[in-house]
């Protein structure tokens, strides 16, 4: 039970900070100020405005994807994204439990149904093995897709999480997905960043999602992206977040049921500003992750670290205490002494709305809900002497 105590201690020492440690705050250090004024100073404070086709730009850039559109958040990206995978009412998309709500929520957004499969110890991702597993168990091949028996409903899509910035297994998952003839949709909400060998988390499926809600690596306050290789993909994601206007010079006339998902230019303002910074942004997080490493396996604490052959951007940094028991007295410990720490969220299967959906065996997601707990991993910049 003094490991509660011990994880204090090592929070304290790697930040080296007696005063209160937020879970993640965002830092503020560059342009924002100046390019947000600015927005202000243009009036293009809204859906039209350099500053989106910068921001844009610069995460094609950063991530290697040949096209990026930026949505009002993390959930409208996905929700937009699951549509443009032809998601269509009543069908399931195949998801992973152990997830931030917002996954599951877009997934009925988009009018389908999540069904839930089990994630890794390594990667806390979708593990491709569960994902085929349940794909076996329950669903079957037929002219028109796949099928799942129990509810005679297609399977369209399959959507794993990088969950806290760890890079999941995605060349497994995208076989698999191949061989079953699924549309593959990455959460990327949390990796910002992160790369499995070359390839940045997101990039590898149809289409993958980024978020820049305040609590992120980059913030744009509140904000999303999709990102798609696909030139037809992203011409219509462009065309149905922005209400789906046909160009012209004054008239009014929409194609489609479009959506007004369009990041306003005042947001991306602040999110040029904050992707400037990125690259000190990981350097000071994947060294707090190295210190986090070392002291924690001198307490014997097992702390998550990137899987092999992945570079993390450890958004949260996450231990793995020996039962529910001391996962709550060590929440119990840091947060009276102002040290922010959070379990996992609850898995989706448990929550009231998801309590009857399909899914497959959940041992490592119910494991890891009872005793993972995300310690502190925001960026500190030196507060000047
Ligand atoms: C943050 C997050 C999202 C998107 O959240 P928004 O607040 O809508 O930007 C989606 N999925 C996961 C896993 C997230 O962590």
Request: aromatic share 8%.
């Amino acid at each position: 039970m003094t490991r509660a105590y011990d994880v204090l201690k090592i929070v304290r020492d790697v930040y080296g900070s007696h005063g209160p440690l937020p879970l993640h705050a965002p830092v503020f250090a560059g342009n924002e100020m100046a390019y947000v004024q600015s927005t202000i100073e243009s009036t293009f404070v809204s859906s039209v405005g350099a500053y989106v086709d910068r921001f844009e730009q610069m995460l094609a850039e950063l991530t290697g994807a040949a096209y990026v559109i930026a949505t009002t958040n993390g959930t409208t990206a996905l929700h937009m994204a699951l549509l443009l995978a032809d998601v269509a009412p009543g069908e399931l998309v195949v998801t992973q439990s152990l997830s931030f709500v917002a996954t599951a929520n877009a997934v009925v957004h988009a009018g389908a149904l999540p069904a839930f499969v089990d994630v890794e110890t390594t990667t806390l991702g979708m593990s491709p093995d569960a994902l085929s597993e349940f794909l076996q168990q329950h669903c079957e091949r037929t002219d028109g897709g796949v099928r799942h028996r129990e509810s005679g409903r297609r399977v369209a899509a399959c959507l794993p999480m990088h969950s806290f910035g760890l890079p999941c297994r995605i060349d497994e998952i995208a076989d698999v997905c191949a061989r079953w003839g699924l549309a593959l949709v990455e959460d990327a909400a949390e990796a910002l960043g992160s790369r499995r060998d070359t390839r940045h988390c997101g990039t590898t499926g149809k289409l993958g999602t980024l978020s820049f809600n305040g609590n992120k690596l980059c913030t744009t306050g509140g904000g999303g992206a999709i990102m798609t290789n696909d030139p037809v993909i992203a011409r219509r994601a462009k065309h149905l977040t922005t209400t789906a206007k046909v160009p012209h010079r004054w008239r009014f006339e929409h194609d489609a049921i479009g959506y007004n998902f369009r990041l306003p230019n005042l947001n991306a303002a602040l999110g040029c500003a904050q992707l400037e910074q990125i690259d000190a942004f990981l350097t000071f997080k994947r060294a707090l992750a190295e210190r986090y490493r070392q002291a924690f396996e001198i307490a014997d604490i097992p702390f998550v670290a990137e899987p092999p052959h992945t570079h993390a951007n450890y958004w949260l940094c996450a231990i793995l205490l020996g039962s529910e028991a001391e996962r709550d007295l060590c929440l119990e410990v840091t947060n009276d002494a102002g040290v922010m720490t959070r379990p996992i969220w609850d898995p989706m299967h448990t929550l009231p709305m998801f309590a009857q959906n399909p899914r497959g065996p959940l041992p490592v997601t119910e494991r890891m809900a009872a005793r993972l707990v995300n310690i502190p991993s925001g960026v500190r910049i030196e507060e000047p002497a």
